[in-house]
């Protein structure tokens, strides 16, 4: 008689692999960098789109120059936003997933990854699914709310809202 070898997954039981999970600081740190990282990419295609015209920069009121600030018309915030949006969720998606490192420059500089349930780098779609909860942050009013439960649902099990669905985690390289 042939021994066969049945593994969890035979039987439909959920397996995951033991992982050290990434803390919740160095997850933080590394998206501080890879938020300045991508401040300067962002800054790039502005000044690029000015100087195509595309954009201009301009002083709202005598007011706003007594204190320095800079505002944007309208209709470039209605091109700016999905800019700043889309390159946010181009960089994340391709940097996590197996198209690329597996981490995005800040997770690599602090040695964290994401990976799936199995410990195995994540697919460009589970990626595309993980970071585009992430844009959930930025919705007026209620994206504070979002960004506050992923930080505790990251204290309590170490995966936020994207991480769940997804089924990925964030775990030391």
Not at 36 to 56: K, Q, S, W, Y
Not at 81 to 92: A, D, K, N, S
Not at 125 to 140: H, K, M, Q
């Amino acid at each position: 008689m042939v021994d066969q070898e049945f593994s969890q997954q035979d039987f439909g039981l959920s397996y995951t692999t033991p992982v050290n999970n990434a803390s919740l600081i160095s997850r933080i740190i590394a998206y501080i960098i890879d938020s300045i990282i991508l401040l300067v990419f962002t800054m790039v295609i502005i000044l690029i789109l000015v100087f195509l015209g595309i954009l201009t920069l301009g002083l709202l009121t005598d007011i706003d120059f007594q204190f320095g600030l800079w505002m944007f018309r309208g209709f470039e915030i209605l091109i700016l936003g999905p800019i700043i949006y889309g390159l946010e969720l181009v960089y994340f998606t391709i940097f996590e997933s197996d198209e690329g490192w597996g981490a995005t420059p800040g997770k690599k500089l602090l040695n964290i990854k994401v990976v799936d349930e199995y410990g195995n780098q994540i697919s460009l779609g589970n990626s595309f699914v993980r970071n585009l909860l992430r844009l959930l942050w930025f919705i007026p009013c209620i994206g504070l709310i979002i960004l506050l439960i992923d930080i505790v649902l990251i204290a309590d099990s170490d995966q936020r809202i994207g991480d769940k669905v997804a089924m990925t985690d964030v775990v030391n390289d």
